[in-house]
């Protein structure tokens, strides 16, 4: 199975010359003259201007400073470029799941729909159903790149194809991940005044955890949530997952194996020796953040980009550890960051509805993003507007860097962040990044980790509807059930000697009927053969 690499540090850090200074003005995204204008789509060429609605959520970061991806300059542009103009239609944040249902109850679906992911059985029952149209034969003509795409990667061939080889969406595709982004977040002024090396072992973060106890400082913070308790860096030390994985090609849960025991004995006693914070299971997450930059709580895993830029701003200097070892040197085989080319954010999934005024046109549109040309556009913008040349190499100029947005709104603005299309390492064009040396340094410090891979994930594989529905109900009690006793596992409220007892408990739930039907749909996901075979 093939299992995305991320760009090597060196390589990465030679691409960064020059990218780094900002070049330029301001610019008002509304009033620059080299922007195109949404309704200035220019006509194709037997004079007429296809006109296409798209139904995409529009994420919270751009929502903050536009009302509509028709504001974004980069779809502009591709607007411009193809003759098709598209009208975008958002549900309201946070209603995104209840409007997408609402859409099938009406009398007339728009063109493109994203989202697609969430129809109930996912976007093949859609398919099956006959809302979305099955576009594998309209492929080779209507969107050769991202034909081309499919049936030159085995692997995300098989992520966007059915059983039965069958194509209904098109999906964000990342032939090159990005390196892990979640790591243990650590003050450097703190570690010099304990005289602590970055720990790398189980050993190493105790002995760290102990000084700082020492000072009055709460040492951990695990990461809130719906679900607290569960840590994978540390679980994965014992080669298992939380929930589904597969082991040399056998599906497994996490919760009933032996290694799922261990974890919680160290969790436990880590709990009890004060290492963990007492209010892990009620905290939010912006307040984990304003613990650790006041000094209460000495450690934390989150993503060290941010944490680091936000950091820097309040004079903080933070550096990151790598994933946690029982020894020095053991393999781990867990690793979750960008392991598969298919991206499954809510816009990377488009699919085209049974009510499309003109198929041809939706496709050709969506086939732009796997185009070299459209690639550019979306994952950097607009040249001239937020990037220029710098020499041979794009650099971001201050429309992107010094703007009233951020950098990471911006990306929502002039380029397409997350979408249906060809998508490149964020090291590479994501400006969040690029604006600090420091910032990418902090990224690619660990990466190059040659004793950890990703062997333990299950691929995107989808069920039908009838099994997806039975999976939900298991997965729903037994879920419920293990949350429970998790959190009462790490703080002492039940006895580590009910281990097993809680194992039989999860049987009882009917968790082996499930383990079956995730095995039947790998074993099918593993089957397919790409076009041509």
């Not at 795409?149 to 032939?175: I, M, Q």
């Not at 990703?454 to 529905?469: K, T, V």
């Amino acid at each position: 199975m093939k299992i995305k690499k991320w760009i090597a540090a060196g390589l990465a850090t030679i691409m960064m010359t020059g990218m780094l200074t900002g070049c330029g003005k301001n610019i008002d995204v509304a009033k620059e003259d080299g922007t195109v204008q949404s309704d200035t789509a220019t006509q194709a060429e037997d004079g007429e201007i296809t006109t296409l609605t798209w139904w995409v959520p529009l994420e919270g970061s751009a929502s903050k400073f536009i009302q509509s991806y028709n504001e974004n300059t980069a779809y502009q542009e591709a607007m411009k470029r193809l003759g098709i103009q598209i009208e975008f239609i958002h549900p309201a944040v946070g209603q995104e799941k209840e409007e997408f249902n609402l859409l099938f109850l009406g009398d007339k679906l728009p063109d493109i729909i994203s989202y697609a992911q969430f129809y109930t059985g996912g976007e093949f029952q859609g398919m099956r159903d006959g809302v979305f149209l099955d576009i594998t034969d309209q492929l080779p003509e209507y969107a050769p790149d991202y034909y081309k795409t499919l049936t030159e990667d085995e692997e995300f061939y098989r992520e966007a194809t059915d059983e039965n080889g069958r194509v209904t969406a098109f999906y964000g595709y990342k032939p090159v991940g990005d390196p892990p982004f979640r790591r243990w977040i650590l003050n450097e002024n703190l570690l010099a005044e304990l005289e602590c090396e970055i720990p790398e072992t189980v050993s190493d973060l105790e002995a760290m955890f102990d000084k700082m106890l020492a000072k009055g400082i709460t040492p951990y913070m695990p990461e809130p949530g719906d679900r607290p308790g569960y840590e994978q860096q540390l679980m994965g030390m014992w080669d298992i997952l939380r929930d589904f994985y597969v082991d040399n090609g056998k599906i497994k849960f996490g919760q009933m194996e032996p290694g799922f025991k261990s974890y919680l004995e160290l969790m436990n006693k880590w709990y009890e020796k004060g290492y963990i914070s007492k209010d892990f299971t009620s905290i939010e997450a912006t307040e984990v953040n304003t613990l650790f930059d006041t000094g209460k709580i000495g450690t934390f895993l989150g993503p060290i980009v941010a944490n680091y830029n936000r950091c820097e701003a309040l004079g903080i200097p933070v550096t990151a550890a790598p994933y946690t070892r029982l020894e020095p040197g053991q393999k781990l085989h867990w690793n979750d960051c960008d392991i598969w080319p298919k991206m499954n954010y809510n816009a990377s999934v488009a699919v085209i509805s049974k009510d499309c005024s003109n198929v041809q046109a939706a496709l050709t549109f969506l086939n732009y993003g796997y185009t070299q040309e459209g690639a550019e556009l979306y994952n950097w913008g607009v040249e001239g507007l937020n990037w220029d040349w710098q020499g041979d190499k794009r650099v971001y100029n201050d429309t992107m860097l010094e703007n009233e947005f951020g950098t990471e709104e911006a990306s929502y603005i002039y380029k397409v962040h997350f979408g249906p299309l060809l998508t490149w390492p964020d090291i590479e064009c994501h400006a969040n990044l690029l604006k600090s040396e420091g910032a990418l340094n902090s990224r690619l410090q660990w990466a190059d980790d040659p004793d950890v891979d990703s062997a333990l994930q299950l691929p995107p594989f989808q069920l039908n509807d009838e099994e997806q529905q039975r999976l939900g109900e298991i997965e729903n009690e037994v879920f419920t059930y293990c949350d429970e006793m998790v959190l009462k596992f790490i703080t002492g409220a039940e006895p580590l000697e009910n281990f097993d007892q809680y194992v039989e408990t999860i049987k009882s739930l009917g968790i082996e009927e499930a383990i079956a039907l995730e095995q039947k749909g790998y074993d099918t996901y593993m089957s397919k053969k790409v076009i041509g075979e």
